[in-house]
């Protein structure tokens, strides 16, 4: 039986709105500076003509850059994007879309008016498209907005499937090897279109019912998995690309991580970082199993690639198991990133560490740019660090990120956008999870809601009128 909504989601939603609270209030000072004398940060009260000085408090004028940021996002997108968060911060239309996408997924999916709609919403928002050249355009357009890349993922998952009793072992092989190799030509076609410096997204319970029965038993890759990930591994180096195996469920998670240390061993020495595992710091766990591995990998001499992720299965992980409050979950997940980002400057001969810090948690990010402008200033070498997020959310901070800051010391800020392909039936359960997703995340979409609007009215009034009405 499904849990209340109230019981599963509250503790998440009154942590979003009392982080992202600060945020509005301050991004309203801005936009009503007009009407409102503002005191100093010595308490000196300013007038309009000092407001324009260049004594301006840092605060406000790191704010001005998070919305120029969204000055690069073309028309369309910007009003596709004001679309999509409005329907998705609705939760009774969310719930109710989500129970009748997943009753009729078959039929809907070969809509041609549903796919029609879709294709030109949802899916365009979320989506890279199907075919290459639609791929290409939309790692072309992601690179045109200033991020580096994408982290690219073959959507396809795992459809459930009713056991046959009376199938013979021949069978049963059979089904298992065209399973794998769906997914292996998925994933190879991946690393072709990413290309070199680019991330490829692997999921491994898109290898088929028999590759998540193993992960769920703890077991080993079997000779027909463990074959293809040896050929996804070698395309990776070959071309240049590198390995993001993702999180999933806590049942699985033990067999992942011991699968993905052994790819590591193999292909993250002489310096380079092929293979990184992810790390759900909602989890209490989480902090011992990445120091353990950080030991792991220290004593068996490869390099340790890690993305690190606040966790995306809170609805079906064991509850108990999962930290009592989201600002605890902050805690670890800003207390882990800290660490990875100074462990070499503690112990310079330690192992090299790739990081990706992926979240769409602003104070999270600005802990991190703030620490690695302290490093830029003390001389010191930085972690290899990138930034992520899902294309179609937080496009306020990832943008934001991509600006040049004249008063700040020069780092080479690499943001990238996570962004699954495939056809319109093989992305739906991603996509329902991206409406769940921001459903959950009361206050953090309202705040996209906020810059996005803020964005258009700037564009389309004069800037008298846009800031009354902001």
């Given at each position: 039986?499904?849990?209340?909504?109230?019981?599963?989601?509250?503790?998440?939603?009154?942590?979003?709105?009392?982080?992202?609270?600060?945020?509005?209030?301050?991004?309203?000072?801005?936009?009503?500076?007009?009407?409102?004398?503002?005191?100093?940060?010595?308490?000196?009260?300013?007038?309009?003509?000092?407001?324009?000085?260049?004594?301006?408090?840092?605060?406000?004028?790191?704010?001005?850059?998070?919305?120029?940021?969204?000055?690069?996002?073309?028309?369309?997108?910007?009003?596709?994007?004001?679309?999509?968060?409005?329907?998705?911060?609705?939760?009774?239309?969310?719930?109710?879309?989500?129970?009748?996408?997943?009753?009729?997924?078959?039929?809907?999916?070969?809509?041609?008016?549903?796919?029609?709609?879709?294709?030109?919403?949802?899916?365009?928002?979320?989506?890279?498209?199907?075919?290459?050249?639609?791929?290409?355009?939309?790692?072309?357009?992601?690179?045109?907005?200033?991020?580096?890349?994408?982290?690219?993922?073959?959507?396809?998952?795992?459809?459930?499937?009713?056991?046959?009793?009376?199938?013979?072992?021949?069978?049963?092989?059979?089904?298992?090897?065209?399973?794998?190799?769906?997914?292996?030509?998925?994933?190879?076609?991946?690393?072709?279109?990413?290309?070199?410096?680019?991330?490829?997204?692997?999921?491994?319970?898109?290898?088929?019912?028999?590759?998540?029965?193993?992960?769920?038993?703890?077991?080993?890759?079997?000779?027909?998995?463990?074959?293809?990930?040896?050929?996804?591994?070698?395309?990776?180096?070959?071309?240049?690309?590198?390995?993001?195996?993702?999180?999933?469920?806590?049942?699985?998670?033990?067999?992942?991580?011991?699968?993905?240390?052994?790819?590591?061993?193999?292909?993250?020495?002489?310096?380079?970082?092929?293979?990184?595992?992810?790390?759900?710091?909602?989890?209490?766990?989480?902090?011992?199993?990445?120091?353990?591995?950080?030991?792991?990998?220290?004593?068996?001499?490869?390099?340790?690639?890690?993305?690190?992720?606040?966790?995306?299965?809170?609805?079906?992980?064991?509850?108990?198991?999962?930290?009592?409050?989201?600002?605890?979950?902050?805690?670890?997940?800003?207390?882990?990133?800290?660490?990875?980002?100074?462990?070499?400057?503690?112990?310079?001969?330690?192992?090299?560490?790739?990081?990706?810090?992926?979240?769409?948690?602003?104070?999270?990010?600005?802990?991190?740019?703030?620490?690695?402008?302290?490093?830029?200033?003390?001389g010191l070498r930085l972690t290899d660090l990138v930034y992520a997020q899902l294309m179609g959310m937080a496009d306020e901070l990832s943008l934001?990120?991509?600006?040049?800051?004249?008063?700040?010391?020069?780092?080479?800020?690499?943001?990238?956008?996570?962004?699954?392909?495939?056809?319109?039936?093989?992305?739906?359960?991603?996509?329902?999870?991206?409406?769940?997703?921001?459903?959950?995340?009361?206050?953090?979409?309202?705040?996209?809601?906020?810059?996005?609007?803020?964005?258009?009215?700037?564009?389309?009034?004069?800037?008298?009128?846009?800031?009354?009405?902001?």
């Amino acid at each position: 039986m499904a849990k209340p909504f109230l019981a599963r989601h509250t503790w998440r939603q009154l942590a979003c709105r009392k982080t992202t609270t600060p945020i509005i209030r301050r991004r309203q000072g801005i936009h009503n500076v007009s009407k409102q004398p503002r005191r100093s940060m010595t308490g000196t009260t300013l007038n309009p003509r000092q407001e324009d000085s260049s004594s301006e408090p840092q605060e406000q004028e790191q704010l001005r850059h998070r919305r120029h940021g969204l000055g690069k996002l073309p028309l369309v997108p910007l009003l596709r994007s004001i679309l999509m968060q409005t329907l998705m911060s609705q939760v009774y239309v969310v719930d109710t879309a989500s129970a009748l996408i997943k009753r009729n997924m078959k039929l809907l999916t070969g809509n041609t008016l549903f796919k029609c709609v879709g294709n030109k919403t949802f899916y365009a928002q979320f989506c890279a498209g199907e075919t290459e050249s639609e791929i290409q355009r939309t790692l072309a357009n992601l690179r045109s907005l200033g991020y580096k890349g994408a982290i690219l993922t073959y959507a396809k998952e795992v459809e459930e499937t009713r056991t046959m009793h009376n199938s013979s072992v021949a069978q049963t092989q059979a089904s298992h090897q065209a399973h794998v190799d769906e997914w292996l030509k998925g994933t190879l076609r991946t690393i072709q279109y990413t290309g070199a410096g680019g991330f490829v997204g692997i999921k491994y319970t898109g290898a088929g019912p028999e590759c998540v029965r193993l992960l769920g038993s703890g077991s080993k890759p079997d000779g027909v998995i463990a074959n293809a990930l040896d050929q996804i591994c070698a395309t990776a180096e070959k071309h240049g690309a590198r390995l993001l195996v993702d999180a999933e469920h806590h049942v699985q998670q033990k067999a992942i991580d011991s699968w993905t240390l052994e790819l590591m061993k193999r292909c993250n020495r002489d310096g380079k970082l092929v293979v990184y595992n992810t790390y759900q710091m909602y989890l209490k766990e989480s902090t011992a199993i990445l120091d353990a591995h950080l030991q792991f990998a220290e004593e068996n001499g490869f390099n340790l690639g890690i993305k690190l992720v606040r966790g995306a299965y809170i609805g079906s992980d064991p509850r108990q198991l999962i930290h009592d409050t989201k600002e605890s979950t902050d805690n670890a997940y800003d207390t882990a990133a800290r660490m990875l980002a100074t462990r070499h400057v503690e112990n310079p001969s330690c192992t090299k560490i790739g990081l990706v810090l992926a979240t769409h948690n602003a104070e999270s990010i600005k802990k991190m740019r703030d620490l690695r402008q302290q490093q830029l200033r003390s001389g010191l070498r930085l972690t290899d660090l990138v930034y992520a997020q899902l294309m179609g959310m937080a496009d306020e901070l990832s943008l934001s990120l991509t600006e040049k800051r004249s008063d700040l010391p020069e780092e080479d800020i690499q943001v990238v956008k996570y962004v699954v392909w495939g056809s319109m039936k093989e992305c739906m359960m991603y996509l329902l999870r991206r409406a769940e997703e921001n459903r959950d995340a009361v206050g953090r979409t309202r705040e996209a809601q906020r810059a996005l609007w803020q964005e258009l009215w700037g564009r389309i009034l004069p800037n008298n009128v846009s800031k009354t009405i902001r």
